[in-house]
């Protein structure tokens, strides 16, 4: 059964770097027909989409985060990893990670995602 | 971004009623529409992808419908364990936008 666990601080300090880990169990991170991503839920407030990443290497972003955003993978590992520079009080979220599947239906994909972490929560606070 | 838009942002109703939430999307989205439930400190479940896949394990009572900008989900009778936040998503084009929530109270 596959699961999803992340893993960081719970605490950051303004300005400085979150890095959150998801690591991937029951099967392997190394498949076409999924990628893996990051979403975020403030306190008492919606999902945002952040970033997604292929076993490959190929990766997406928000505009909105992208110029403080890295998403990377290692395969030796089964994980694949964010980091989030120059953090502020903004950032302090529930941290989800999620595979990210597909069904293909009349030549489309339709893209889904299926399988969460529990989410973790990051605080950025002095 | 394509912006996602659900009404109402909350909903009381009473166990065996028939309820329907609306999502409206900024632009065409086509049939790119998945539905997410989420209950006080989970992670999202999905329900329901490309408009009206019904996703295995998840009770028939759940249903989807629409394509292009109007999407509804709807739920043919409550049950208690259906009081939750529901989000709908697009996956048309990154980056991909969820809708505000709908919550579900009991009435």
């Known amino acids: 059964q596959l699961q999803l666990q992340e893993s960081g601080p719970g605490l950051v300090k303004p300005s400085e770097t979150l890095s959150l880990t998801c690591t991937v169990s029951g099967d392997s991170i190394s498949s076409s027909s999924y990628y893996w991503g990051w979403i975020r839920q403030p306190p008492g407030k919606g999902l945002e989409w952040i970033a997604g990443i292929y076993y490959s290497g190929t990766s997406f972003y928000n505009p909105s985060l992208q110029s403080r955003v890295t998403i990377f993978v290692d395969t030796s590992k089964n994980q694949f990893s964010l980091n989030l520079s120059s953090v502020t009080a903004a950032d302090t979220a529930v941290y989800y990670c999620?595979?990210?599947?597909?069904?293909?239906?009349?030549?489309?994909?339709?893209?889904?995602?299926?399988?969460w972490g529990k989410g973790t929560t990051v605080t950025v606070s002095s | 971004d394509i912006q996602m838009t659900q009404s109402p942002s909350s909903l009381s109703a009473s166990v065996g009623d028939r309820v329907t939430i609306t999502c409206r999307a900024s632009q065409n989205i086509y049939s790119y529409l998945n539905w997410y439930q989420q209950k006080p400190g989970k992670a999202p479940n999905l329900l329901i992808s490309?408009?009206?896949t019904l996703r295995s394990g998840v009770p028939s009572r759940f249903s989807g419908s629409g394509s292009g900008t109007d999407f509804t989900l709807t739920f043919s009778s409550l049950q208690p364990e259906d009081f939750a936040t529901y989000y709908c998503?697009?996956?048309?084009?990154?980056?991909?936008?969820f809708g505000q929530g709908t919550k579900l109270e009991i009435k």
């Open positions: 998503q697009q996956s048309y084009s990154m980056p991909y936008t």
């Open positions: 490309a408009a009206s």
């Open positions: 999620a595979r990210h599947s597909y069904d293909s239906r009349d030549s489309a994909s339709y893209y889904y995602m299926d399988v």
